[in-house]
Each structure stands twice: as C-alpha cells, then as structure tokens.
C-alpha cells in the first residue's frame, strides 16, 4: 500500500513556530496516523501532532488513533498547534 508522502502547505509555518517555541519535534513516516511527535526537554509527556489544511479531516485511522492518544492534537495554524500542545506539555 502506498501512502502520500507530502507535507501539507501549511506545514512548515507551523513547525517553525512550534521549535520557536522551545520545542522538539520528531516527524512520524507513514503510515502513522500523525505528522510530528512534540515533546520539550526530558519531559517524558509528548504530543501526536496531526497538520492539517483549512479544509483538511482527519482519515478513519486518525479519528481512532485520537480515540487511543489523549495527547493527539490536530492544528491548522501556529496558534492551534501551541494551544494543543500546551494543553498537554
């Protein structure tokens, strides 16, 4: 089975303002139901970061894999992305 391998337009936005926050990241290879592993020095607590576009959903495996992972958080924009990992982080 093949799985895209591409990075959504809004990705790398994020990203940088994620690691602008104090951040790591660890970006997942498919078919990981998320994008990018975010975690902040040793602390042992880490968030599934799901990128997403505007109009982007989240696939069938996404919605259960978020069902299992507390920590999941699906962002569309900077803001979005530190408000989910700073619920958890």
């Not at 337009?9 to 290879?29: M, P, Q, R, S």
């Not at 990018?36 to 799901?50: D, M």
């Not at 997403?52 to 979005?80: D, W």
Request: no cysteine.
């Amino acid at each position: 089975m093949r799985y895209a391998n591409r990075r959504d337009a809004n990705d790398a936005e994020i990203i940088d303002y994620v690691l602008a926050l104090g951040y790591w990241t660890w970006k997942a290879d498919p078919p990981a139901p998320f994008d990018y592993i975010v975690g902040r020095g040793s602390n042992p607590t880490v968030v599934f970061l799901e990128i997403k576009t505007k109009l982007g959903k989240l696939t069938g495996n996404q919605v259960n894999f978020k069902k299992l992972a507390r920590t999941f958080t699906e962002a569309r924009t900077p803001e979005e992305a530190r408000a989910g990992i700073e619920k958890w982080i």
